[in-house]
């Protein structure tokens, strides 16, 4: 079963419309993907034909009219300009985290040797960006979950990062008993019973839900901060979280706290100096 371009890009904006927001750019960029083409390309190729019984392509579009996302389907996301294999038993990077790499870049010396640790590694886009921007530093990367730990090797071995970067599986820091110059994390911080939309329910629970309140998880990282003496924090939070911090380390000495926002100018992370 073969049709033009442009039809195939009809009918499957049709079967799109009313699961997704944009359901024809959706369609779009699951051709491109599926063509492996850019969109110059899509444009002005509207009337090649294409194989639309590709079994490949009928498996993306039904999975796609059940909201799964893009990104699980090709394997493929990008973060900071750089592309990643993705799967399903990882968080998929979201724009919002880059601004948390500038922040690491604007408050620590390129040129620094330094143990980063960061906790929940997830598909490995942070330690992978860290370790390629600070050249002396030794990662070492945790998550409690064996599906993200095995993104994030088959990510650090496409980088070529494995002498640099060590994965290790465990609960915060529990797994980690080296003084820790730096800790980055984007950890879980969504409430429990938060009502998300649908595309959602395809990602792993424990990397979005960070208990009852929330900020459950922030807290025992704000615990292990000064109970390890740890000069550095730079961490990701929810928009509505800030006064939560803010309250948390009230009784915590502390020699700054900045808070950064994200493109739409909400609050979206904090960096700690204790
Ligand atoms: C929001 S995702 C972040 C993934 C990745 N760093 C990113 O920014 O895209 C949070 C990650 O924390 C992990 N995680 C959840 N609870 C954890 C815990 N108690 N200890 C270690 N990792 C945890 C999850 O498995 C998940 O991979």
Do not use: M, P
């Given at each position: 079963m073969s049709s033009p371009l442009k039809e195939l890009h009809a009918d499957i904006t049709t079967v799109l419309e009313g699961v997704v927001e944009f359901p024809r750019r959706e369609a779009e960029l699951l051709l491109m993907a599926f063509l492996d083409c850019?969109?110059?390309?899509?444009?002005t190729h509207q009337d090649d034909i294409v194989d639309a019984g590709n079994p490949r392509l009928a498996e993306w579009i039904?999975?796609?009219s059940r909201n799964v996302p893009l990104e699980y389907l090709t394997n493929r996301v990008s973060f900071y300009s750089r592309e990643?294999?993705?799967d399903e038993g990882a968080l998929i990077p979201r724009p919002e985290t880059e601004h948390l790499i500038d922040e690491v870049l604007s408050h620590v010396n390129k040129e620094e040797e330094m143990t980063i640790v960061e906790v929940g590694v997830g598909s490995g886009i942070i330690s992978i960006l860290l370790a390629l921007h600070f050249p002396k530093a030794h990662c070492i990367a945790v998550?409690?979950?064996p599906r993200a730990l095995s993104v994030a090797r088959c990510n650090i071995q496409a980088f070529g990062l494995e002498d640099r970067i060590e994965l290790r599986e465990g609960d915060l820091l529990?797994?980690?008993?080296?003084?820790i110059d730096l800790l980055v994390s984007n950890p879980p911080y969504i409430?429990?019973?938060?009502?998300l939309e649908s595309n959602l329910s395809y990602e792993p629970q424990n990397a979005l839900f960070g208990g009852s309140v929330g900020d459950e998880i922030i807290q025992r990282l704000l615990d292990e901060v000064y109970a390890r003496s740890i000069p550095l924090f730079v961490c990701e939070m929810g928009y509505d979280q800030?006064?939560?911090?803010?309250e948390y380390l009230k009784s915590f000495a502390v020699q700054s706290l900045e808070f950064y926002k994200d493109l739409?100018?909400?609050d979206r992370g904090f960096i700690l100096k204790t």
């Open positions: 850019n969109q110059l390309y899509f444009i039904e999975k796609r990643f294999y993705i998550d409690i979950s529990a797994c980690v008993s080296e003084k409430a429990d019973d938060a009502s800030r006064l939560k911090v803010q739409a100018s909400f």
